[in-house]
């Protein structure tokens, strides 16, 4: 918990409160259902909170901001975003049933009315949103012809709407065809840890302010 005091010193009480709770919820889901890999579980935070929540360093989602998480798993990068931004609307979606019984669950226990999650696949959605988000589900390519029509025409806040995703690695080949468009964040720029030595957040604008 200390390395979320250390980069977002700005988070409320009730906030800090309620990442509190994730990783005994995390722990006790993850012995039924492998949603984080096991060795990772003890870096929870760092991981997968902090991993997640590194988005919020690129953009101050504004209320009412529509999000879809697409390949959301165990709840990442939705569920700490959703504790992040209350007032913005999260709906995180998987192909995998039970990994979505698990987000249901943890959204259930934090209370969190700001997430609706899904057992659907992203190319099956039927509706329109402000902002995708996505860790670790497939190339820019796939996930761009999943969800480019889903995304709202007009932006309401400060960044065009589009598709921001985490990544790793060297990702020169599978961005060939954004060379023009896409804008790439070094996480290494914001944090500290070897971790984030090679992650990267790729937004690729798609809405025109
Ligand atoms: N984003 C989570 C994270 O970073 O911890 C989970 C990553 S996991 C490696 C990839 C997830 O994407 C799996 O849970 C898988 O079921 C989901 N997935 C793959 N293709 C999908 C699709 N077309 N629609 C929705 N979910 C998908």
Do not use: C
Not at 4 to 23: D, G, H, I, N, T
Not at 36 to 43: A, H, Q
């Amino acid at each position: 918990m200390e390395i979320l005091y250390r980069y977002f010193p700005q988070l409320s009480v009730k906030q800090v409160e309620l990442f509190a709770q994730l990783l005994p919820l995390y722990t006790e889901w993850n012995e039924k259902i492998n949603v984080i890999s096991r060795k990772d579980i003890d870096s929870l935070y760092e991981k997968h909170v902090v991993h997640s929540l590194s988005i919020s360093k690129i953009i101050d989602f504004v209320p009412q901001t529509a999000v879809l998480d697409v390949g959301t798993g165990g709840g990442f990068p939705g569920i700490p975003l959703a504790i992040m931004f209350p007032e913005v609307e999260f709906h995180l979606v998987d192909s995998i049933g039970k990994k979505i019984n698990v987000v249901n669950e943890v959204a259930h226990e934090l209370k969190l009315n700001n997430v609706k999650a899904e057992h659907v696949r992203a190319e099956q959605i039927d509706r329109k949103y402000d902002f995708v988000v996505s860790r670790a589900v497939t190339k820019m390519d796939e996930l761009y012809g999943w969800v480019h029509k889903k995304i709202k025409k007009d932006p309401i806040n400060r960044l065009p709407n589009g598709i921001i995703t985490l990544k790793g690695g060297d990702l020169d080949e599978e961005l060939i065809k954004f060379k023009n468009t896409v804008i790439i964040y070094d996480l290494k720029d914001y944090f500290t840890e070897e971790f984030f030595e090679t992650k990267k957040i790729v937004y690729l604008p798609m809405s025109v302010k």
